[in-house]
């Protein structure tokens, strides 16, 4: 074969090579080397056709069809080019019309109201791996809301398994998604976080985000309580300021000694493992202030006496005497409870959808009371149980088996409680709320990696706090519309449109083919 | 452009009288109508189930048969869709190749017709065609019209009903195109079908190719995916990216085409 035979096949394969680079590097193989490989390759056998070929290529005829070829070529890649350009544009400032009859695929007014309210830029990173379910509808999801505000709402979807460093800082599983709505710039930025959403939790969750921001939280002191900046050596609740401070709360001390009220910016009070009684003055600053419509976290301990007894009995919740046992679900300790049994409530649905065992060292229970001490209009409910199996131990010192006389069968560990207060004088907020956690240990600083305690923390905190008013959408559907056929209407239906309508057509071109043949 | 539409007449008239085209539209209302029935039973079915036990009681993605729009219409337009990219090559490959064939296009590029008129000749008289074959799907929903019955008196919503047609037309209009400029390069009509298909067929499922990679480059080839830009419209959202993203693969095929066609006086 001659070498300019040989040269016009490599200048095909190189056009082929050097076309398909593209194809290499962004769809089969991802790596840059081998698509520049390819690429020089390419290159390098083009070149030697044209070297082969040149006298070919500069003779009269060539030069002509040269001519039109690089004139063909300049129009087409100056259309292209305008024409992508176009297009980039389009998809920038898309506009999209909902013809639905319901707008089914349009933002509810709530959320076009919410976006139009926001002060903050919200950002959401969706930690969701592009081959997931639901990645299309996420992103159309997030795509309506940047539309609807561009200025605000912005989004981002990461590979969870690709970002190593995100996947350990919001310390997903292997095959877990989340979505997390920050307020703000930067990594400081206040944020939560979501399973995946839909328009009424992505909406409320920017309601939640904005409203925190103007929240303190009080941390109580003067009774031995566990302190939001730590002596040197000393435990305290550090990682938990942090965490608020993160999501856009304003944690700060507060001795109530001497003062009549709670402070007016409360959003709400904490009070994490008293070990000395409250004095007169205080409880009733503090019953005035759920009496207003306050919020309050309560966390108690084993072998511990604060003097509030009988204002939690106010709202329903009775502290048990003892330390609440568990022979079955321990951690190896009959003390150490460890519990998957969650009451119906807000705040430990999440838990429960992500199969989370919550563990309490030490643990104080709850008897709940829903008539004669609680105050009117109180609803208590139970947030947390041990198993079936438990018992209060009254002298866990000395025994680790249920006696006769102790309580005995699954025990409340978390409780809630609410009471409506529009009608309160001074009125902070329209519902009171307070949640009651048996153990106060799981705040400090060594116990807050276990995620299973830190959910349910944060999740007390923002049922108890976040009283903003939430949304509920509807979810937008079309109008129902029916159809009833007989039998014999189907039949006929069927008839018509899958035999006698294909038939006829075939049949009106096979008389116009065979007129047109026999002329 | 009156030359344009005469040869856009000629093409017409030529096309309805050959087998090729009956054969094509037979198969698009046979499929069609096949798929309609199909879909009609189904629709029967689950709602007879829901009548019977409740729509609590069904599975969450049984929602779409509450409303004949949705549970028939916008199914078979996504299934017209599909059909369209098995006809369409048939009705485009004739455009070009067959007076290829016949040698009668080297006669037409002597004769003080341009090559821009020729093409836009072409293409329409092709556009007439898939149009009409596409228009006999209209047919079903105007059915369902009579046949079945909502709240407000409408059993159908018109508005998507149509915007999903659009949609329809529109794809349609893409596949002639591109049908046109692979007629255009080559003689063998069976060719020509083919290499639209293989051009086609790909385009249609970057979708799927899409939904495996990262971003920058999933948001990119889902653009670029005509499935996804037909999906918004035939459930009833027009977007203004779909309709310039159509209408710059129509144009930029039939700029294509004009450059093959002026290409023959080279060859």
């Not at chain 1, 031995?224 to 401070?245: A, I, M, N, S, V």
């Not at chain 2, 689950?46 to 409740?54: D, I, N, T």
Request: hydrophobic letters at 45%; proline letters at 5%; a neutral charge.
């Amino acid at each position: 074969m001659r070498a300019t035979h040989v040269t016009r096949v490599l200048g095909a394969f190189g056009l082929l090579l050097l076309l398909s680079s593209p194809f290499t590097l962004f769809l089969t193989s991802g790596s840059v080397a081998l698509a520049g490989g390819k690429a020089v390759l390419g290159a390098a056998m083009l070149a030697a056709y044209v070297v082969t070929h040149r006298r070919e290529l500069g003779r009269e005829g060539t030069r002509r069809t040269g001519r039109f070829l690089a004139s063909s070529v300049l129009t087409t890649l100056g259309v292209l080019g305008a024409l992508v350009a176009l297009n980039v544009l389009a998809f920038r400032k898309n506009q999209r019309w909902d013809l639905t009859r319901e707008r089914i695929f349009s933002l509810a007014p709530q959320t076009v109201q919410t976006l139009a309210g926001l002060k903050e830029k919200a950002h959401v990173l969706a930690l969701v791996p592009p081959t997931h379910a639901s990645y299309g509808e996420l992103e159309e999801l997030f795509r309506r809301y940047h539309e609807a505000a561009p200025e605000v709402f912005d989004y981002a979807f990461v590979d969870p398994r690709r970002e190593p460093s995100l996947t350990a800082k919001y310390q997903l599983k292997e095959g877990q998604t989340l979505v997390v709505v920050s307020r703000g710039e930067g990594d400081a930025a206040p944020h939560t976080t979501l399973p995946l959403p839909a328009e009424q939790e992505l909406t409320n969750a920017l309601i939640q985000l904005s409203a925190t921001g103007a929240q303190k939280v009080y941390f109580l002191e003067g009774h031995g309580e566990w302190p939001l900046e730590p002596p040197p050596g000393g435990d305290g609740l550090t990682e938990l300021r942090r965490q608020l401070q993160r999501e856009g709360y304003r944690p700060e001390p507060l001795n109530l000694l001497g003062r009549e009220e709670v402070p007016r910016d409360a959003g709400l009070v904490i009070i994490a493992g008293a070990k000395q009684d409250y004095s007169a003055p205080e409880v009733a600053a503090l019953r005035t202030y759920l009496g207003e419509g306050g919020r309050l976290l309560y966390f108690t301990d084993a072998n511990t006496d604060d003097g509030l007894g009988l204002f939690l009995a106010d709202y329903g919740v009775q502290v048990d005497e003892g330390v609440a046992a568990d022979p079955k679900f321990n951690s190896g300790n009959p003390f150490v409870l460890v519990s998957n049994f969650y009451g119906k409530h807000a705040i430990t649905r999440p838990l429960q959808e992500r199969g989370f065992n919550v563990q309490l060292p030490t643990a104080r229970s709850f008897t709940l009371i829903r008539e004669g001490f609680l105050l009117p209009g109180v609803t208590v409910e139970p947030v947390l149980f041990s198993s079936p199996y438990a018992w209060v131990e009254s002298r866990p010192l000395e025994d680790t088996t249920p006696s006769s006389g102790e309580k005995m069968g699954q025990l409340t560990l978390v409780a809630s409680a609410s009471r409506d207060t529009r009608a309160a004088e001074h009125k902070r907020f329209d519902e009171a709320r307070l949640v009651a956690v048996g153990e106060s240990e799981l705040l400090l600083d060594p116990n807050w990696r276990y995620e299973a305690n830190r959910n349910l923390v944060m999740n007390a905190l923002g049922w108890a706090s976040l009283q903003v008013e939430k949304i509920t959408l509807r979810p937008p559907d079309r109008e129902t519309s029916t159809l009833e056929l007989s039998e014999d209407q189907m039949r006929t239906l069927r008839f018509v449109s899958t035999d006698l309508f294909p038939l006829s057509l075939l049949g009106v071109g096979l008389a116009v083919w065979l007129s047109r043949r026999n002329r | 452009m009156r030359t344009a539409l005469a040869i856009a007449r000629k093409e017409l008239a030529v096309a309805f009288t050959t087998p090729w085209a009956y054969a094509a539209i037979t198969a698009m209302a046979a499929l069609s109508s096949f798929f309609f029935v199909s879909l009609l039973e189904q629709f029967q079915q689950v709602q007879s189930l829901a009548r019977e036990h409740g729509w609590s009681r069904l599975p969450p993605d049984s929602v779409v048969y509450r409303n004949l729009t949705d549970g028939v219409v916008v199914q078979l337009w996504g299934v017209v869709l599909i059909i369209t990219l098995f006809v369409a090559p048939f009705l485009s490959m004739r455009l070009f190749a067959e007076e290829k064939r016949q040698k009668t296009f080297a006669l037409l590029l002597t004769t003080p017709v341009r090559p821009v008129d020729i093409v836009l000749g072409k293409y329409l008289g092709g556009l007439g065609l898939i149009f009409v074959t596409l228009g006999l799907t209209l047919v079903f929903p105007v059915v369902l019209s009579v046949v079945g019955s909502g709240p407000s008196g409408s059993a159908l919503e018109w508005p998507t009903v149509l915007l999903g047609y659009g949609a329809v037309l529109l794809w349609g209009a893409t596949c002639m195109a591109v049908g046109l400029f692979i007629s255009a390069l080559t003689e063998s009509q069976v060719l020509a079908a083919f290499l639209t298909f293989t051009v086609l067929l790909p385009w249609m499922l970057l979708r799927g190719v899409a939904q495996s990679t990262a971003e920058p480059l999933r948001s990119f080839l889902s653009y670029l995916s005509f499935d996804t830009q037909l999906q918004g419209m035939i459930q009833g959202v027009l977007e203004a990216q779909a309709l310039v993203f159509f209408a710059s693969v129509i144009l930029f095929s039939l700029l294509l085409t004009h450059r093959a066609v002026e290409a023959q006086r080279y060859a």
